[in-house]
């Protein structure tokens, strides 16, 4: 990926540190857009293509923890660098932006050089994992996933199989082991009516009649359906079939 191509997204509320880092940026030909704090990114990264942020995290509205968290929520959103760069520079801070699984944490004042060799260090470091992951470029300088042959689409729910996610309204579900697998199931029979001895199997691994399978399945059929966003006794998009089992049809 050459600079040219390259837009990075500056994330901090102080309108000098923006502008020093957009020289900085556009000095080595890199392009800079700039935001004053996480939720505008949030605006910008949904507007334009991006290669890298670079974010403060003591900011207003969202902080860059914030803004980091619901980056990594987004699957369009989520292969993108996070870099932090703030002046919280002890121990603990930087200890707990490394766990969060920040791609790099940068200390204020920064010298140029050494934002600079952080900045090409990640993105070749991405180019590499995008062609190891077969992924292809569609316009100069932005990689996006070639169509997973493992991926579901259900009305707007989405699943991939080889990433083990789902999403909601291009919400990332929190989903168990257990959750993903009997989820995964039903989206392979969209609007079919699925045995509950059948689901057991999948799910729990057991060969059961109908009375224990409907008990197994009560609890985590509740759980899935909250972590669909449905409120207690609302089936919702999993429907329950009489004497049968269970069947999913397109969310709301």
């Known amino acids: ?5 390259t837009f990075i997204l500056v994330v901090d509320d102080q309108a000098e540190i923006r502008d020093g880092l ?3 940026l556009a000095a080595a030909g890199y392009h800079a857009l700039t935001a004053p704090d996480g939720a505008e990114a949030l605006q910008c990264l949904h507007a334009h293509p991006v290669h890298l942020i670079l974010a403060d995290i003591g900011m207003p509205r969202m902080n860059g923890y914030q803004l980091y968290e619901r980056v990594r929520a987004e699957p369009d959103l989520v292969v993108i660098p996070f870099v932090f760069l703030t002046a919280r520079g002890i ?3 930087i200890r707990y932006g490394k766990e969060l699984g920040a791609d790099d944490y940068l200390v204020k004042p920064v010298e140029p050089e050494d934002l600079l060799a952080a900045v090409a260090g990640r993105l070749r470091r991405v180019a590499q994992l995008a062609s190891a992951a077969g992924l292809t470029p569609t316009r100069p300088g932005d990689l996006v996933p070639e169509r997973d042959p493992e991926e579901l689409q259900l009305g707007a729910l989405r699943l991939s199989a ?7 309204h291009h919400r990332l579900l929190d989903l168990s082991a ?3 697998t009997v989820l995964e199931y039903l989206m392979r029979r969209p609007s079919a009516a699925v045995p509950l001895r059948e689901l057991v199997r999948i799910s729990h691994g ?3 009649n109908d009375g224990e399978a409907a008990l197994l399945l009560r609890p985590l059929m509740r759980l899935l359906r909250r972590k669909l966003g449905y409120n207690a006794g609302e089936l919702g998009c999993i429907e329950s079939v009489r004497s049968i089992g269970y069947r999913l049809i397109p969310p709301a």
Do not use: G
């Open 162 to 168: 080889r990433q083990r996610r789902a999403w909601l």
């Open 91 to 93: 121990d603990s801070d």
């Open 1 to 5: 990926m050459m600079p040219h191509d």
């Open 206 to 208: 057991l060969e059961t």
């Open 178 to 180: 257990r959750e993903f």
């Open 22 to 24: 957009t020289l900085t």
